[in-house]
């Protein structure tokens, strides 16, 4: 069996098999790894734009770094220029939402809410880290941060999730 | 999943004495965040993504293609004087030899025809490189660790 590096070697050839097998090998880390960060809006979209991008830039892709890096580093850039773009109607969620809001919807707090919660930039790094099973060295690449800024975002993320589950500390603090 | 969530956030805790201390709620979050059960058809999302891939994959392809066919006719293309010289001066000897023993329009028509086969097996050549290089490359299967 080929390795992704491989396969993605031959894109730059136009094979469409190694596309296939790309395709098949990361489509469930890839597509899950988007609705997360989006909070499932426009996923087929950026799904098809990351891999557009893998096939227009495969000769820039270094055979000597991991695949999955490269691949997650396009998906990031293109996650946070979707972030940038205007919403299209007002967000259910704010970034920050008020306090009373939060007191609201503790009862129906899920994953997607929770993540949904966390700033961008904390978001991407749990994520990564723990959805996707990277290590802190993988995720400090993929986001070109130092290791101990992934170690720092990852805590305030923790942090900032413990408010949110724990009503009495919030009102508290 | 969970468990590597769990794994992940156990690896946190211990690392950071802040969240020890303040017993982040690590389970609490860890049930929580492992309990995305978002359903994502993943093939059908592969399956636009490739239709709409296609395109630019068949653009690499094609221009692969025109660079190894232009690689190869430079290639081929310089003995051409070479080979048309060595011809040449072939049919020119031929004609005086056969000449000598025949009657000369019959030299002529033979050396002719043999001139004109000629020029067919070289356009033919030539003609068979963007076929040969079009022709799909099947690479052969790695085998088997064991075999």
Not at chain 1, 49 to 68: C, G, I, K, M, P
Not at chain 1, 123 to 133: A, I, P, T
Request: with cysteine; net charge negative.
């Amino acid at each position: 069996m080929q390795t992704d590096e491989a396969l993605a070697a031959r894109l730059v050839d136009g094979d469409d098999l190694a596309l296939r097998e790309l395709l098949r090998r990361y489509e469930q880390r890839l597509a899950r790894f988007l609705h997360r960060q989006t909070g499932g809006r426009d996923v087929e979209d950026l799904y098809q734009e990351t891999w557009l991008r893998v096939v227009r830039h495969a000769d820039r892709y270094d055979a000597t770094r991991r695949f999955s890096t490269w691949l997650f580093q396009i998906a990031v850039n293109l996650c946070r220029d979707w972030q940038r773009r205007p919403p299209p109607e007002p967000r259910a969620l704010e970034d920050e939402p008020a306090a009373a809001e939060l007191e609201r919807s503790d009862a129906a707090l899920d994953a997607a809410q929770l993540l949904a919660r966390l700033p961008d930039a904390q978001r991407e790094v749990v994520v990564l880290r723990y959805y996707q099973d990277l290590s802190e060295d993988e995720v400090a690449e993929i986001l070109d941060i130092p290791k101990g800024t992934v170690k720092s975002r990852m805590h305030q993320a923790i942090a900032r999730l413990a408010q949110l589950v724990q009503p009495e500390k919030r009102v508290a603090s | 999943m969970t468990s590597r969530l769990d794994n992940a956030f156990d690896e946190h805790a211990r690392e950071c004495g802040e969240c020890r201390e303040t017993a982040a709620p690590v389970a609490a979050l860890s049930a929580l965040l492992g309990s995305d059960t978002a359903q994502i058809d993943a093939e059908r999302l592969s399956r636009l993504a490739f239709a709409r891939v296609a395109p630019a994959l068949q653009e690499r392809a094609g221009a692969l293609f025109w660079r190894r066919l232009t690689r190869v006719l430079i290639a081929a293309l310089v003995p051409l004087p070479l080979v048309i010289g060595v011809d040449v001066w072939m049919l020119g000897w031929l004609y005086e030899a056969v000449a000598a023993w025949l009657p000369v329009s019959v030299a002529a028509y033979l050396v002719a025809c043999y001139g004109a086969s000629l020029l067919l097996l070289i356009s033919g050549t030539y003609a068979a490189i963007p076929l040969l290089l079009a022709r799909p490359v099947i690479e052969p299967e790695p085998e088997p660790a064991g075999a």
